[in-house]
T-cell receptor, first 113, second 112 residues
Framework: DGGITQSPKYLFRKEGQNVTLSCEQNLNHDAMYWYRQDPGQGLRLIYYSQIVNDFQKGDIAEGYSVSREKKESFPLTVTSAQKNPTAFYLC????????????FGPGTRLTVT | GDSVTQMEGPVTLSEEAFLTINCTYTATGYPSLFWYVQYPGEGLQLLLKATKADDKGSNKGFEATYRKETTSFHLEKGSVQVSDSAVYFCALSRAAGNKLTFGGGTRVLVKP
């Protein structure tokens, strides 16, 4: 079955450590996105990538980094510079010319203590 | 900039009740409008969409009509089920852009 995979579902880290969240898609989609979801605040765009080896900052990119070395993969690193990293992180993808119709993965809940 | 405002939840209903979730937007031009649904512990799923004024999106018994004059895209369902318990997000996208702007989400709880 085609879809988006995020792993792990739950992730725990100590403050000061970098952590990388995985996102893989086998939908052959060109574009991929990372969102952060906090209670009552909806989704906020962190980074997005329209094509391999290219990505752009979203609305809240500070403290995060990404790479897009393969079409299928768009890992997100939450660095120690991110002041409030505890959140639910959602990855999405879309066909290049239908970028407004995004398909979402199941999410990773990151807890930093 | 673009923004989406939805009614705050939680909305608690009994099974078979009528559901309305209000959504209004601010955007220049003619954005496309969407409703996404998030079931507990899962990612978001596209529920329905409308791409131009007066279009009605519908899916799984849910409907929403793109009202340009009131900049609204209210979600309705005539008879909810317990399985409709979820968080519902209204969103917009510029036709030529690649960003979705989301509202804050509305949690709906349907009791048997």
């Amino acid at each position: 079955d085609g879809g988006i995979t995020q792993s792990p579902k739950y992730l725990f880290r100590k403050e000061g450590q970098n952590v990388t969240l995985s996102c893989e898609q086998n939908l052959n989609h060109d574009a991929m996105y990372w969102y952060r979801q906090d209670p009552g605040q909806g989704l906020r765009l962190i980074y997005y990538s329209q094509i391999v080896n290219d990505f752009q900052k979203g609305d809240i990119a500070e403290g995060y980094s990404v790479s897009r070395e393969k079409k299928e993969s768009f890992p997100l690193t939450v660095t120690s510079a991110q002041k409030n990293p505890t959140a639910f992180y959602l990855c999405a993808s879309s066909i290049g010319d239908r970028a407004h119709e995004q398909y979402f993965g199941p999410g990773t809940r990151l807890t930093v203590t | 900039g673009d923004s989406v405002t939805q009614m705050e939840g939680p909305v608690t209903l009994s099974e078979e009740a009528f559901l309305t979730i209000n959504c209004t937007y601010t955007a220049t031009g003619y954005p496309s409008l969407f409703w996404y649904v998030q079931y507990p512990g899962e990612g978001l799923q596209l529920l329905l969409k409308a791409t131009k004024a007066d279009d009605k999106g519908s899916n799984k018994g849910f409907e929403a009509t793109y009202r340009k004059e009131t900049t609204s895209f209210h979600l309705e369902k005539g008879s909810v089920q317990v399985s409709d318990s979820a968080v519902y997000f209204c969103a917009l996208s510029r036709a030529a852009g690649n960003k979705l702007t989301f509202g804050g989400g509305t949690r709906v709880l349907v009791k048997p």
